[in-house]
């Protein structure tokens, strides 16, 4: 059975749930949050569940998530909390508008009302200036939450108007877990993306490319020939890595799952209190070179054969 929002939000931003019950129990919201966070469902979820805890009768502080209206939030069945997503690429004027008539028609269960934007970087200039006037002058009771996960492209006027909640990254345990729930990959191999990501839709989207999955299998050998000292590994760059990776993001994507093997070799050495640490330590090293110099434009083929010998020798 799937988690309510309330568990997930315990899970994943356990601080700022204890920080928010307490404003909430005060009744202190204010009328506009931007939250911003890499995981943007992390973030659409804290934000229903403190729409949850407005409503909410049952507990004074934050929400029960089981009674009547807190499900209906959940299952976006509450006509006083809404959410405005991109059409397409942007989040458009009407959308706006739209959204204006339907609160201004609607307002059965209540007077207050909450407006979620989601992925609020994608607001067209008009579209964030006809938001703007709900924020000078709320109506009633209006609150509203912009969902970001690139704050820089929020609007100024916007930012200055709201309180910014930087909400935490998702912990790779969680974004693990998540993928796994979701897909048929192994345990090791949700742990291996979960190294690479910062958000569980990315984990998601990952797992389901195609290329990224051959190439997955594809590092995973090249790894296990640079453990055993392998020199095979060398011809294996260009055999087999330089075909794969033509384009400069799918060359990175190869050094960084290289990383994340390193990675996670390290966390298992740490966690066992094995004495090697200082090996993955330094291949970890050697790896985020070989990365500023693919950076530095040197070629793929190159910085793969170099990394090579300094791994096995
Ligand atoms: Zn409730």
Known sequence: MEKLIKNRVEEEQPQWMKIFKRVIGKNQLTHAYLFEGQDIDSAYDFSLWVAQGIYCQEVL???????????????????????IIPEGQTIKVDQIRDIKQTFIRSGMESRTKVL???????????????LLKFIEEPDGMMYIFFLTNNINKILPTIQ????????????KQ??????????????????????????KQKAVELSSDEWFNSARETVSKWFQYLEKKNALAFVFVQQY????????????LILDLL?????????????????????SNEAIEKILFARRKLEANVSFQNVCEQLVWQLLF
Do not use: W
């Open 116 to 130: 979620i934007v989601k992925n609020a970087e994608k607001m067209t200039t008009s579209a964030a200036n006809s």
């Open 259 to 279: 990383l994340s093997f390193y990675r996670l070799k390290l966390k298992e050495e740490i966690a066992s209190e094995q004495f090697s640490q200082r090996d």
């Open 61 to 83: 502080e934050g929400s029960c998530g089981e009674c009547s209206i807190c499900r209906r939030i959940e299952t976006s069945d509450f006509p006083d909390v809404t959410t």
């Open 174 to 199: 969680v974004i693990a877990s998540t993928l796994e729930e979701d897909s048929s990959l192994s345990k090791k191999q949700t742990e291996l993306i979960a190294e690479l990501v910062d958000s």
């Open 241 to 252: 890595l330089v075909k794969m990776a033509k384009e400069k993001e799918q060359q990175f």
């Open 160 to 171: 200055s108007r709201c309180q910014h909640i930087f909400l935490k990254p998702v912990s």
